[in-house]
């Protein structure tokens, strides 16, 4: 055996030692099985801690992005956005710094009748061509065209709606369906309820429930006619070239929509719903945090286990020169490596999990022939998943930090047993 002390810290001895510790096999005194063990716990919770950050993130992304693609990211309301110098005052606020579209908007609820069902629906009125700019939409016509919006093809007036509205009504482009306003044009007795026929010219869907199943497009024109809005509009939509400076943008568009001008932005309008989340988030770490601790506390038995039935080899080593560091190191290795060669396959399981989420979804839906991720209940179509490398690296620092910290305790208890009377009571 190597001097073991002018051998220094972490030495090649040592390193031998506590891989021939770790791999013994159990007549020899090794704890393989605890090992197995702690080993698949650590591998299990790491893997779970990035899989459910990832999913998380990548909920937040979709969500977010689609929120954001489908309506703006600030609102303006000003006297004279409705007044005679409206295209002065929207070309105003398209000039604004970070501003790429400028869209004035009607929107109202109104309900909806088809051949076979009834259901309620928010219309938005808009201009052909703000509507070819909305990519979400005119990217994503599945069934029919724009080619039509407004007066086209069908002989009739033509709207867009949703492909989950689409299919609940029963209609295909080209099918006629009903409005109904309870905010028609103003009588001498009051506002009436405005009825009118449209044709279904197209069916969009953005892969969100929410607005696949309620929203109606058509022309701005007629929705200021349909709900007796006259020549005015409800607010201007805003879209900016990075949503994360609404806050900072704000003023620019406050001062171009003129005096006046209320201004909101996308997080005032969803502020529950990101606080919400970005809550459940910071929450679900801290919970996924503590399970990854309590797996790298399993190494504490397979340590304390192997301490037990290598006393007489600590013994002898300490006798041959070992000190009491060596074998501390020796214990912390053995355990450590444990730890980390969870924490590594844990981190390549969800890795690849996250990567390939959509094909294994689609796999156990084939299996099981059932919809394992319905629309209907989570708003998107599928499981989203978004790496954040940055939150990956923090998650695997923690866990060798716990996998090594678990060690400190057997270790410190084998690094001070008495040679003496390990030797005896062997």
Not at 245 to 250: E, N, P
Not at 369 to 374: K, P, R
Request: aromatic content about 8%.
């Amino acid at each position: 055996m190597p001097d073991a002390r002018a051998a220094g810290p972490f030495s090649r001895w040592e390193r031998s030692v506590a891989r021939r510790y770790l791999f013994a096999k159990r007549k020899n005194g090794g704890v393989a099985l605890i090992s197995v063990i702690s080993f698949s716990a650590v591998m299990l919770a790491v893997f779970a801690l990035i899989t459910v950050m990832s999913v998380m993130n990548g909920f937040r992304a979709e969500l977010l992005g689609r929120i954001l693609g489908f309506n703006g990211h600030l609102y303006a309301q000003s006297p004279m956005i409705n007044g005679p110098d409206r295209d002065t005052v929207i070309r105003r606020i398209k000039a604004a710094p970070g501003v790429i579209q400028a869209a004035p908007m009607v929107e109202a609820q109104a309900m909806v009748l088809g051949p076979t069902q009834v259901t309620g629906a928010i219309v938005r009125g808009v201009t052909t061509s703000d509507l070819r700019h909305m990519s979400l939409i005119a990217g994503n016509i599945k069934k029919g065209s724009m080619d039509g919006f407004g007066v086209g093809e069908y002989g009739g007036e033509i709207v867009l709606i949703g492909d989950r509205m689409a299919q609940s009504l029963g209609v295909q482009p080209g099918d006629p369906i009903t409005l109904i306003s309870p905010s028609g044009p103003s009588t001498a007795f009051g506002s009436s309820t405005q009825e009118k026929n449209y044709i279904v010219g197209g069916v969009f869907s953005v892969g969100m429930s929410q607005f696949d199943e309620a929203f109606v497009y058509m022309p701005l024109a007629q929705a200021q006619l349909f709900f007796g809005r006259d020549t005015s509009v409800d607010y201007v939509e805003i879209k900016l070239d990075d949503p994360d400076k609404a806050k900072a943008l704000k003023h620019d568009v406050e001062v171009a929509s003129g005096p006046g001008a209320l201004v909101s932005d996308w997080q005032d309008k969803n502020h529950s719903y990101f606080t919400a989340l970005q809550v459940e988030r910071k929450v679900m770490r801290l919970i996924l945090g503590c399970i990854v601790a309590i797996a790298t506390l399993n190494i504490i038995s397979s340590l304390v286990m192997l301490v037990k039935n290598k006393g007489k080899d600590i013994a002898i080593l300490r006798t041959m020169g070992a000190g009491q560091g060596a074998i501390l190191r020796i214990f912390v290795m053995a355990g450590a490596s444990i730890g980390v060669a969870g924490t590594l396959c844990g981190l390549a399981l969800g890795a690849l999990f996250c990567t390939y989420i959509t094909p294994i979804q689609n796999f156990v839906e084939w299996a099981t022939g059932t919809a394992v991720f319905s629309a209907d209940v989570y708003m998107l179509s599928h499981i989203p998943a978004k790496i954040d490398w940055t939150e990956v690296a923090g998650i695997v620092t923690l866990s060798a930090l716990f996998s090594v910290l678990a060690t400190l305790p057997p270790a410190w208890r084998a690094s001070r047993l008495d040679p003496v009377e390990a030797l005896r009571y062997e």
